[in-house]
């Protein structure tokens, strides 16, 4: 795969002259990020990291990828509806795993008092990795599906522009036309739009629940810049700003600092940390009311690793989308194969299988926003000090995706400039709109590739492990 840039790649000197053009390229395209050491101030930015160069994606995949992504859509929004298959699947997890047992809770009170929106938002990334199997043919095999605060469709429409630019002053303009265009931003404002204008009150705003670290801001406002295009007004607040002014009006209208709130649009609220008593109170305030929220924590469940891992069993994916055996074949040909650790037989048997060969599995807990995965020795030591209790049941087992590495050069700010071999992760964004049974909008929003150094097990580009990238395709 690394032959495409051959030229380019082990010429020192022509590196070390386009670097510094490419990173300016970034900054002026805006793929930017705060810094570490001031998170939540603009004064001192830097570029987000980034690939030197365009990575090689074949057409066949990314055309996979694309066609199976409103599948996947519809596949979360009816789990999300499902509240049998949801309780029965997570029915041990919950037992053990304390941050799906809350968010569980929370689904099953407002359940008991009724949910009061009527219109549902899913905004999904679902991500692949490149499988070269025994016959080295490559394969599309997904890694997860993030349900919740998906991001990085900001800056990726802002990156072909960069790696273009690169090729271009590389005297390579025949491969920068082939770049595709991409902007998720565009498609995810279109979706939250759409909901907002579903809601039906003009001087009702957007709000996007945000950390209280904001490093990432810039990757956010791309979409918000684009909700104001539209002339709907967006404000930025933290749980902590729920708890403290928001309120319920008797039609569970959602209101804060005087304002109805029409959708509630989820940065943040994927991890056990983001959560204290009084975020998890505003996080029950939010579910109880009429606004649209993104996701909706029905949603957020259905994007959890059991659920993933249930998915894939023999029969489910049939039962939960009757009739449309094509869609059942498209998702399942992405799927590669994943194993509940469940207190009985074939747990027992699977555990065995991965402290024997470590190498061969990722073990998985159920959690967002990467960095989180166990491989190799680290697997090992974890199964073979919970193999016997129930602790066991709040991981899942994945199969090792194996992808081929190609060389390139990861930019980092303060980071030397060196050669890596590398491979590479793409996530396909999916918008859908529901209102009560009625599906309004079904659509793939665009793409994100990120690149890691084949050392880096797990992470992504917010866990600076990960970075920017764009495909190049063959």
Same mark, same amino acid.
Not at 303 to 328: F, H, M
Not at 339 to 363: Q, T, W
Not at 412 to 418: C, D, E, Q, V
């Given at each position: ?316 994916? /049939? ?48 959690? /967002? ?27 899942? %087992? ?5 992808? %081929? ?62 970075? %920017? ?6």
């Amino acid at each position: 795969m690394t032959a495409l840039w051959e030229d380019i790649l082990h010429n020192d000197q022509l590196i070390q002259y386009v670097a510094p053009i490419a990173v300016d390229a970034a900054l002026l395209e805006g793929v930017l990020m705060r810094t570490k050491d001031d998170p939540n101030a603009s004064d001192v930015v830097n570029y987000a990291p980034f690939t030197l160069l365009p990575s090689v994606v074949p057409s066949g995949l990314l055309e996979q990828a694309y066609s199976v992504q409103q599948d996947f859509n519809l596949l979360v929004d009816e789990v999300s509806q499902n509240t049998e298959f949801l309780e029965s699947t997570l029915s041990s997890t919950v037992k053990v795993d304390n941050f799906t047992a809350q968010l569980f809770k929370i689904y099953k009170q407002v359940l008991k008092e009724g949910v009061a929106q009527s219109v549902v938002l899913g905004i999904n990334r679902s991500d692949y990795m490149f499988d070269h199997g025994a016959d080295s043919t490559p394969a599309l095999k997904q890694v997860e599906i993030n349900t919740i605060a998906a991001s990085f469709g900001g800056l990726a429409s802002r990156t072909a522009a960069v790696h273009r630019h690169v090729l271009n002053v590389l005297g390579k303009s025949k491969e920068a036309s082939k770049l595709l265009t991409n902007n998720p931003s565009k498609g995810i404002s279109m979706g939250i739009a759409k909901a907002w204008e579903l809601y039906g009150s003009d001087r009702a705003v957007v709000m996007f629940l945000v950390e209280e670290t904001q490093r990432n801001i810039f990757d956010q406002r791309c979409v918000e810049n684009e909700l104001w295009k539209r002339n709907i007004r967006v404000i930025r607040r933290r749980f902590k700003d729920v708890f403290e002014k928001a309120s319920l009006d008797n039609d569970k209208r959602l209101h804060i600092d005087g304002e109805e709130v029409a959708v509630v649009y989820y940065r943040e609220g994927y991890v056990p940390k983001s959560y204290n008593k009084q975020n998890w109170e505003a996080r029950l305030l939010l579910e109880r009311s009429r606004a649209v929220k993104c996701p909706d924590i029905a949603t957020q469940l259905a994007g959890t690793k059991k659920v993933q891992q249930e998915l894939s069993r023999p029969g489910t994916l /049939e039962r939960l989308l009757p009739n449309k055996p094509e869609a059942v074949a498209r998702i399942r040909a992405t799927f590669t194969g994943l194993y509940s650790l469940e207190m009985d037989e074939e747990g027992d048997k699977m555990v065995a299988m991965a402290i024997a060969d470590p190498e061969r599995f990722v073990l998985k807990p159920q959690r /967002e926003g990467g960095g989180n995965n166990l491989y190799g020795a680290e697997l090992k030591q974890v199964l073979e000090k919970i193999k016997d209790s129930p602790e066991r049941t709040s991981y899942i %087992l994945m199969d090792k995706i194996k992808p %081929l590495p190609a060389l390139n050069y990861l930019l980092r700010a303060h980071s030397p400039l060196k050669i890596s071999e590398c491979v590479s992760e793409l996530g396909i964004f999916g918008v859908y709109l529901r209102q009560n049974q009625d599906l309004i909008m079904n659509k793939h929003a665009g793409h994100l590739l990120r690149t890691k150094a084949v050392e880096h097990a797990d992470g992504g580009v917010a866990a600076g492990v990960a970075v %920017l990238d764009t495909p190049y395709v063959i």
